[in-house]
């Protein structure tokens, strides 16, 4: 159901990939697979509903994947950070930059306390931090987390 949802989506045909998406968080729903099951299914629900227009419900949806994942990995996981900042790159598309900030400024921290400084996982959370902050202007800031990826990359 999911490779379907996914297909449809790719498609562009969003009614199609919205149902098979709901079809397989049930699926995943009984049989209790959570991770990658229903986060998988959250996510890729909440991104069709962004391209339905949908954007409370996207972030609702994709809010939940979080509180399911957290609640599956934990709070400090690599994985929970990776999801980190596509939720925030979905708040600042829906101009909520205080929000988004403190989910790249976390999956940094998690990284960092997790993988050590020096490791390119946290090199590329670092270049998600510029990115988002190239995108509100605050360019000066984007430059040194620029920086902190990059001397994070010579070092390996």
């Not at 996914?6 to 697979?33: H, S, V, W």
């Not at 598309?93 to 997790?114: C, D, G, N, S, T």
Request: a negative charge; one cysteine or more.
């Amino acid at each position: 159901m999911y490779e379907e949802a996914d297909a449809a989506l790719t498609r562009g045909d969003l009614t199609t990939a919205k149902e098979r998406c709901e079809e397989a968080l049930k699926l995943a729903d009984r049989a209790r697979e959570v991770e990658p099951g229903m986060v998988t299914c959250f996510t890729k629900l909440a991104l069709v509903n962004e391209r339905l227009g949908n954007a409370s419900e996207a972030e609702r949806l994709y809010e939940l994947a979080m509180r399911t994942l957290e609640g599956q990995a934990g709070r400090e996981s690599l994985r929970f950070a990776d999801f980190m900042p596509d939720l925030g790159y979905l708040y600042q598309a829906h101009r909520k930059p205080a929000k988004a900030e403190v989910l790249f400024k976390k999956a940094v921290a998690i990284k960092e306390k997790v993988l050590g400084q020096n490791d390119s996982r946290v090199a590329d959370a670092w270049d998600d931090y510029a990115h988002f902050l190239q995108k509100e202007n605050r360019n000066v800031e984007a430059a040194q987390c620029s920086e902190k990826a990059h001397s994070i990359r010579s070092k390996l």
